[in-house]
């Protein structure tokens, strides 16, 4: 199985709407961490936020926000008011521990976002 | 901070030939991993290091890629010899463990590699 499943490869959003790009994961571990990071044409990875699996509250980061679903295994990525510069490829990612107790790093295929004006 | 610095940003090289890429990471952090990123596979995470020992490298594709990590300040990935199929971005990046919830992993810009 896929460890981070990103089920939308491409996604146009309105500027100044909402968006939601999808993430799912699959883990056995009960202590992981999920990442969401950006990637503008110009090739650079940003990281944008964390959530944690203890976290008891979604993780924000002023227009980000993580709309985590721990029982369903999702971890989407929430933009409000969408600006141009939002226009990017996005990456899910995610740590866990493995049965020896080392990290394992995924990351997702990406959703690339174009932002209309 | 300089963040993750990588070198050389462009690598274009005739299959055969060996090719070093360099990465120097933030100062302080405690894991550095090297990734590749291609059209076809996405982001492969290739072998990352914990305080500069090797912890994982299942995803290093075969004998021809390996890579160093001699002191905290530097790490080098080598491909030897190379081929046409090893074209890539190759990224860096590095973290602390302790704190990646707050700044996640920090990725060079880069090295677009590319075998003719």
């Known amino acids: 199985a896929q460890k981070i499943t990103q089920t939308q490869p491409g996604m146009f959003v309105q500027e100044k709407e909402a968006v939601t790009l999808d993430c799912t994961y699959d883990t056995s571990d009960p202590s992981y961490g999920l990442f969401w990071y950006k990637q503008p044409s110009s090739g650079e990875m940003i990281f944008l936020i964390y959530q944690g699996s203890y976290d008891q509250q979604n993780a924000t980061e002023g227009r980000y926000s993580l709309n985590f679903q721990k029982a369903r295994k999702s971890a989407n990525l929430v933009i409000s008011a969408s600006q141009l510069g939002d226009s990017a490829m996005y990456f899910c990612?995610?740590?866990?521990?493995?049965?020896?107790?080392?990290?394992?790093?995924?990351f997702g295929s990406g959703t690339k976002l174009n932002v209309k004006p | 901070d300089a963040g993750v610095i990588q070198s050389p940003r462009h690598e274009v090289t005739e299959m055969g030939q060996e090719v070093t890429l360099r990465c120097k990471p933030i100062?302080?952090?405690?894991?550095l991993f090297w990734y590749r990123q291609t059209m076809m596979r996405g982001l492969e995470l290739l072998i990352y290091?914990?305080?500069?020992?090797?912890?994982?490298d299942s995803g290093m594709p075969e004998d021809r890629f390996s890579a160093k990590m001699p002191n905290a300040s530097f790490s080098t990935l080598k491909i030897q010899p190379s081929e046409p199929r090893d074209s890539a971005v190759y990224f860096c990046?590095?973290?602390?463990?302790?704190?990646?919830?707050?700044?996640?992993?920090?990725f060079g810009s880069g090295t677009r590699l590319t075998v003719v």
């Open positions: 100062s302080g952090h405690d894991y």
């Open positions: 990612a995610m740590r866990e521990k493995n049965l020896y107790n080392f990290n394992k790093f995924y």
């Open positions: 290091f914990n305080n500069n020992v090797p912890i994982d």
């Open positions: 990046a590095s973290s602390f463990n302790a704190r990646d919830r707050l700044y996640g992993y920090t």
